[in-house]
């Protein structure tokens, strides 16, 4: 997976556009992610959404970065050179595609029981006529 990838560029530019598009990516997302946690709580409790969020975001980056360099470790050491490094990083994409797929389950059933916070109903006929002007 990673071996014919390796051999089209030299040095870091064989890396830089995995880069460019990972930084779009999380630029993108971050936003959005900051903004739906903010709108899941009241307004009263929007320093608390915003500080759980970036606790939870900060934990699995260090989980993610010392779980994955370890599986990433042991597969990169049982082969010396570049088809080490291949083996190391088709062992993480592995992992990673198989957290994602697990994820996936529980987030599903657990947004199925949230209702949109941010969309409220049209008032009726009855209620705009019944309001003051």
Do not use: C, K, Y
């Amino acid at each position: 997976m990673g071996a014919g990838v390796a051999g089209d560029a030299t040095g870091w530019t064989g890396l830089l556009p995995g880069f460019v598009l990972a930084g779009l990516a999380v630029g993108i997302i971050s936003p959005a992610l900051a903004a739906a946690m903010v709108a899941a709580l009241p307004v009263e409790r929007s320093g608390m959404s915003s500080g759980i969020t970036n606790t939870a975001r900060q934990l699995g980056i260090a989980v993610g970065v010392a779980g994955l360099g370890a599986i990433f470790r042991h597969q990169a050491d049982a082969a010396a050179g570049l088809p080490g490094l291949a083996a190391g990083l088709d062992a993480v994409l592995v992992a990673v595609a198989l957290i994602a797929v697990v994820s996936v389950v529980p987030s599903w059933l657990l947004l199925g029981r949230l209702s949109s916070p941010i969309s409220s109903p049209e008032p009726s006929e009855a209620a705009r006529a019944a309001a003051p002007r």
